[in-house]
């Protein structure tokens, strides 16, 4: 034990580290380092932005992704409060009225009684039913030329692809002008 000394060399930061602890300077850095320091953007409520390929927004002070089915989201959403009212939409019939209207159910009857009152009603309620009948027609149309160039093939447990005519060619152009003679004759009643 004769030998008292230190056999370990202090590296430079090590120093330094001591000196800092002495002088009381807890913060002060012993060692510099270097690497990717990203860079850090400053966003304010409302801003839109693209990071790692994502589409990013501020929305009542969070962060939030942007998708796709945001504008679905929102065509469903039935929020807390009527936007012409401020009333709550806590009843089953006014949330419904809601979903197809944008509106409670009490602010629903008094835009119908106003149209009432103004003599407008019947022919608010004639350009709704024209609206169905319109999107009817047009799915019905859609519909029909889909069925009409469908064929049936079918893939069997072999592999082989089979093609079954069931439908002539008289009876798809038999369908087709039935059905093009019903669209005529609604779209003749919508107007």
Not at 33 to 52: A, L, M, V
Not at 53 to 60: D, L, R
Not at 80 to 87: E, Q, T
């Amino acid at each position: 034990m004769s030998d008292n000394t230190l056999k370990k060399e202090f590296k430079h930061s090590d120093v330094n580290r001591i000196r800092n602890l002495v002088k009381k300077d807890y913060t002060s850095k012993t060692k510099s380092q270097t690497g990717y320091r990203r860079s850090h953007s400053s966003y304010e409520e409302g801003d839109i932005w693209e990071e790692s390929g994502k589409k990013w927004t501020i929305k009542n002070g969070i962060k939030q992704n942007i998708t796709k089915l945001d504008s679905a989201k929102k065509l469903v959403k039935v929020p807390y409060a009527c936007p012409k009212c401020s009333k709550p939409i806590n009843n089953h019939l006014s949330i419904q009225v809601y979903k197809i209207n944008k509106m409670c159910l009490d602010c629903f009857v008094a835009f119908e009684a106003e149209l009432k009152r103004n003599g407008l009603y019947d022919s608010y309620v004639k350009e709704i039913k024209k609206g169905n009948l319109t999107k009817f027609a047009n799915e019905l149309e859609e519909w029909a030329s889909e069925s009409l160039e469908y064929t049936n093939t079918y893939v069997t447990e072999q592999g082989d692809i089979e093609t079954w005519n069931n439908n002539d060619q008289a009876v798809k152009s038999k369908l087709s002008t039935e059905i093009k003679e019903y669209l005529k004759y609604i779209r003749s009643k919508i107007d």
